[in-house]
C-alpha cells in the first residue's frame, strides 16, 4: 500500500490538512473544527434547560461523527497500522487461517500504545 502513488497522495493530502500549517486549506479546517467545538459545548449546555428536539439529535450525532473521522484520519496518519494488517494476512495465508481483521486492528492499538509510551 505505501508503494501505491494514490494512496501515498491521499495520506500525504490527510497529513498536510491535519499538521502542516502553510497548507492553503489549513485554517479553514481549524476554524471549522474550532467552531464545532463551540458550538456543541453550546448546544450541550442549552439543551439542559431546553429541548432541541430532532435537530439536537441530528446535531449532535453529526457532530460525534466529524470528531470520530477527524481522530480515524490521525491514527491513519500516524500510525502505520496497514503494516500490521498485511503481516497479519499474510501469516494467515501463510498458515492457512482465516483473517481475523478485529485481531489485526487491536495490535495496531496496541502498537500504537506502546510507542506514545
Do not use: C
Amino acid at each position: 500500500m505505501a508503494a501505491s502513488e494514490r494512496y501515498s497522495g491521499w495520506k500525504r493530502a490527510v497529513s498536510d490538512l491535519l499538521e502542516n500549517p502553510k497548507t492553503p486549506i489549513r485554517p479553514y479546517f481549524d476554524i471549522f473544527m474550532i467552531a464545532l467545538v463551540l458550538s456543541s459545548v453550546w448546544v450541550l449546555i442549552y439543551e439542559v434547560k431546553h429541548d432541541l428536539g430532532l435537530f439536537g439529535d441530528v446535531f449532535e450525532r453529526v457532530a460525534v461523527t466529524i470528531f470520530i473521522v477527524e481522530y480515524l484520519m490521525r491514527f491513519w496518519v500516524f500510525n502505520d497500522s496497514h503494516k500490521v494488517i498485511i503481516a497479519r494476512y499474510e501469516k494467515a495465508e501463510f498458515v492457512n487461517e482465516p483473517f481475523r481483521l478485529g485481531s489485526a486492528l487491536w495490535q495496531a492499538v496496541k502498537d500504537k500504545r506502546v510507542a506514545t509510551s
